[in-house]
C-alpha cells in the first residue's frame, strides 16, 4: 500500500483491498511460527528482527528472513529491521528491499527525516516504509517524517519506548502523542495509523475496550503478538450494522444532492459527512471479502 493507497488524500474513501485492520508480529528467528502467522489470518504479518530476536541469532533470523521473501505470498510480509543507528539495519535493508516477497519495511525508532532519507539510500529504490515513532523527538517530528519521501506508507507509534522516553505511567499521558500521530498521517495523506500492541494476550476484554478508545481517536486497526487477539481486533474496527446502515442511507441521499441536506429525520448532512459514510463503507466491506 502506497502512501496515497490509503486514500487519504482523495476524500478518505478506502477500497477493501487496502484495509489493513490485523497485524501480527512474530519473532523472525522462528520459520515456523512465521509460517503459522502467515496462515493466522492477520492482514499483514510482521516479521520482526529486532526486539523479538536475541543477539546470538540476529544473522540466523535475517537468513531465514530473506529465504521466505524469495517467494511471493498471499498474504503482505513486512520487517521491521533493527535499529537504524546501529550496525545491522543498513544490510537488512540492502538485502531484503529487492527480493520479492517483501511488502514492505518497518523502520524503527524514527526521529526524523533523517532516517528514512538513510533508508531510501541503502534500498537505493525503497519499498513500501512504515515509520514508527518511539521517542519524543519521533512524535515531534510525525509530520515531517509522514511526508519526508515517496515511499513513506504509514506512520505509527511504539508505546513501549515512547512511555520510557516520556515516563508517563497511563494512557493519559499518550494521549496527545497518540493524536498527534493520527493527524499527521491524515494531514501526510496516508492511511490512518494502526493502534500499538495490546501486551496482556490473555485480557481480551481490556484489548476490545482499548480498541474501542483507539477507533474513537482516529486509529483504524493494530498490531498483535498473538493469534488470539486478532478477532478482537478485528470485530472492534469493524462497523456496526447499525453503523453500515446509517452510512448507506447518508450515501443513497447525496447521491440525489451534490450540496448539503438533510435526512428525512431532520439530520444534516454535509460532503464530509458523505465522505465519512463512505469511509465506513469500505470497511464493512472489508469484513466480507
Known amino acids: 500500500m502506497s502512501g496515497q493507497a490509503g486514500g487519504a488524500a482523495q476524500g478518505g474513501v478506502l477500497a477493501p ?14 520459520p515456523e511460527t512465521v509460517a503459522k502467522a502467515l496462515r493466522s489470518g492477520a492482514d499483514v504479518v510482521l516479521v520482526d528482527l529486532e526486539d523479538a530476536v536475541a543477539a546470538g541469532r540476529k544473522r540466523y533470523a535475517l537468513d531465514a528472513t530473506a529465504e521466505l521473501l524469495a517467494d511471493r505470498h498471499e498474504v503482505p510480509v513486512h ?7 546501529g550496525p545491522l539495519a543498513p544490510g537488512e535493508v540492502r538485502r531484503l528491499a529487492p ?23 541503502w ?23 509522514a511526508t ?11 508505546e513501549a519506548d515512547l512511555r520510557a522516553d516520556l ?8 494521549a496527545w502523542s497518540r493524536g498527534r500521530v493520527v493527524v499527521a498521517a491524515r494531514a501526510a495523506g496516508l492511511a490512518p495509523p494502526p493502534q500499538s500492541v495490546y501486551p496482556d494476550v490473555r485480557d481480551t476484554a481490556g484489548l476490545a475496550r482499548s480498541c474501542a478508545e483507539g477507533r474513537a481517536l482516529g486509529f483504524l486497526g493494530r498490531t498483535a503478538i498473538h493469534p488470539r487477539q486478532l478477532p478482537v481486533i478485528r470485530e472492534a474496527f469493524l462497523p ?25 429525520d431532520g439530520r444534516f448532512v454535509d460532503p464530509a459527512i458523505v465522505a465519512g459514510a463512505h469511509r465506513t463503507l469500505a470497511l464493512a466491506r472489508h469484513g466480507t471479502r
Do not use: C, F
Open 17 to 30: 483491498q487496502d484495509v489493513y485492520l490485523t497485524w501480527l508480529y512474530v519473532p523472525g528467528d522462528r
Open 167 to 174: 515516563g508517563v505511567r497511563d494512557d493519559g499521558g499518550l
Open 240 to 264: 456496526s450494522d447499525a453503523e453500515v446502515s446509517a452510512a448507506a442511507e447518508i450515501v443513497r441521499a447525496a447521491a440525489t444532492d451534490a450540496g448539503a441536506l438533510a435526512l428525512p
Open 79 to 85: 520487517v521491521r529491521v533493527n535499529a537504524l543507528d
Open 123 to 145: 534500498a537505493a529504490g525503497p519499498p513500501a516504509l512504515y515509520a514508527l515513532l518511539e521517542s519524543a523527538l519521533g512524535v515531534e517530528q510525525a509530520y515531517a517524517v
Open 99 to 121: 527480493l520479492p516477497g517483501l511488502g514492505a519495511l518497518r523502520l524503527p525508532k524514527v526521529n526524523g527525516p533523517a532516517d528514512i532519507a538513510r533508508v531510501a539510500a
Open 148 to 158: 519526508a519521501h515517496p515511499a513513506v506508507a504509514g506512520v505509527a507509534l511504539g
